[in-house]
């Protein structure tokens, strides 16, 4: 049995989702995997990748639980949250970044680490905290490049959608948002 961890931010976690447990996007990738994988869904909301952030990402029972579980693939996601303003610093967040992907190539089962960028932030209200300049010049690229350092596969899910008709808040897939980023995981990744 492949085990399969989904690593994220509220996206992951399936916010705005009812029913996220059928319908979130790891709960999708399971049903498109099948048998012979174990996907499991180590999303938190409002987490960040930086290790000083309002919600860091490492601070939290997911993260613990992601690394305890020794995952044979893990699908990295974070980066949304880390475009608000009092969270955003490129040279901390390449920094952390490194490390939170670090901590799980380190671990006994060797797992192979993807890197997806986040989907498109719309801002849909003037008062989002959410950046969308920052995430498509800044988490983007900065993500990008620690996947070439490392030689990782990286997946940009930026233009995944084309508007806000399938987040209607501006951020959150809805369910089928959700089942288009399962889907194009499931076609990007080597299961």
């Not at 044979?72 to 490390?99: H, S």
């Not at 997806?116 to 932030?121: E, F, G, S, T, Y």
């Not at 987040?167 to 089942?179: E, I, L, M, Y």
Request: some cysteine.
């Amino acid at each position: 049995m492949k085990k399969v961890a989904c690593v994220g931010d509220s996206i992951t976690w399936g916010f705005t989702i009812v029913n996220r447990g059928k319908y979130s996007y790891p709960a999708v990738l399971q049903q498109l995997l099948g048998e012979g994988f174990e996907v499991r869904n180590f999303g938190h909301n409002d987490a960040a990748a930086r290790f000083d952030a309002d919600t860091p990402y490492v601070s939290k029972k997911a993260y613990r639980d992601s690394l305890a579980w020794e995952p044979d693939i893990v699908l990295l996601m974070l980066g949304t949250n880390d475009t608000k303003p009092w969270n955003w610093n490129p040279g901390i967040f390449r920094e952390d970044y490194l490390r939170l992907v670090e901590s799980y190539l380190a671990l006994p089962s060797h797992p192979r680490v993807v890197l997806v960028a986040p989907i498109r932030i719309f801002k849909l209200i003037p008062v989002t905290i959410l950046n969308p300049d920052v995430l498509e010049e800044g988490v983007r690229p900065a993500i990008r490049d620690i996947a070439a350092q490392l030689h990782l596969q990286f997946i940009d899910l930026y233009d995944l959608f084309d508007s806000a008709r399938l987040c209607r808040d501006g951020v959150h897939p809805q369910r089928d948002g959700a089942r288009l980023l399962a889907e194009a995981l499931f076609r990007a990744v080597e299961f």
